[in-house]
Nanobody, 120 residues
Framework: QVQVVESGGGLVQPGGSLRLSCVAS????????MSWHREAPGKQRELVAS???????IYADSVQGRFRISRDNAKNTINLQMDRLNSEDTAVYYC??????????????WGQGTQVTVSS
């Protein structure tokens, strides 16, 4: 029932920018932490950035100062503004959404991913 859909990926030159979006639908209850992860070829999936409903954002050291995560709780959406992209940012970016079904019940959902390729 819960669907998580990412968008905004594409091909960009080094130094360029992209804005990723993630929309969660089918959520009957509140959404908790939302986060972006990425998976480069031959590498493990890693956390890029996360943000709670009120907690401050957390960023991986590799993207600190270049990426900015934001959320719109009313629209069940998070965005990832990516600036000064470099080749090391090339990866499939996945959105993860934690859905709370009550005070003591929660689970997370993954999107299908969106490809980001940084190349000259």
């Amino acid at each position: 029932q819960v669907q998580v859909v990412e968008s905004g990926g594409g091909l960009v030159q080094p130094g360029g920018s992209l804005r990723l979006s993630c929309v969660a639908s089918g959520t009957a209850y509140g959404i908790g932490k939302m986060s972006w992860h990425r998976e480069a070829p031959g590498k493990q999936r890693e956390l890029v950035a996360s943000i709670g409903e009120t907690d401050p954002a957390i960023y991986a050291d590799s993207v600190q100062g270049r990426f900015r995560i934001s959320r719109d709780n009313a629209k069940n959406t998070i965005n990832l503004q990516m600036d000064r992209l470099n080749s090391e940012d090339t990866a499939v970016y996945y959105c993860n959404v934690v859905v709370h079904y009550g005070e003591w019940d929660a689970r997370d959902y993954w999107g299908q991913g969106t490809q980001v390729t940084v190349s000259s």
